[in-house]
């Protein structure tokens, strides 16, 4: 009988703690640090020095993503899930950066001729060694859990084109009120996203994963749908948005900035 009481005890220690998710703490106290909003938060700046000056920490985040098992990643929340493999790409992108040394430009030097730095097979992720695409278009895209198009505004690559990295760490507590806000920061930043005369110009983004921003999600089966969600932080009033539903206001996507998010 002891034996048995000691059986389920120890099976209910393992449920809660899968249950529990990932400690993102280390990864939390780094981005707190190192990390500067700019532009009223709706983007933000890396002190990569910073983080090089932290690395011990970093890489003791990364060893932890590393360890965990694919089983006890099954067995989180898909809220936990996907805050864990977002924070998981966003760090590696940081050690990656970290490996090319203080002085490189942009995240595309640390690639070569014929692979890019998103090909890279360098990140031993829940069973296997991966690469910043398998994370983002195979673990999150590619499944069949999320569907969750607000993760193109959460995870970063390095660039100052891209959304901002958060000066915290994802959570699945509380994933959807980051993603909301990430996406709308994001929006609402006039140097990437605005109207211009009759035309919205929007990130590139836009253009790369339109089919992401046009599943349903929340009712939103087009582009010009999503945007429209979006109306107040991108600046538009009804009239505008049901314009740009109607086509009347048309879509053009921006260049894309590439130089390293880096604090000058």
Known sequence: MRRLLFTLMLLSEIVTAQAAGFDHAVWDEL????????????????DYRGMAADRAQLRKYLTATSNVKRSTFDGWTKEEQLAFLINAYNAWTVELILSGG?????????????????????????????????IEHNLIRGSDRYHEPRIHFAVNCASIGCPALRPEAYVGARLDEQLEESTRNFLSDRTRNRLQGDTLKVSKIFDWYQEDFEQGWRGTSSLAQFLAHYQRSLGLDKQMANQLLSGDIEIEFLDYNWKLNRKP
């Open 31 to 46: 981005l707190k640090k190192h990390v500067i909003p700019i532009r009223n938060g709706h983007a933000t700046q890396v």
């Open 102 to 134: 203080p002085d490189i430009e942009s995240i595309k030097d640390l690639g070569s001729l014929f692979q890019s730095p998103w090909k890279k097979r360098f990140i031993p992720l829940l069973g296997k060694t991966r690469t910043l695409d398998d």
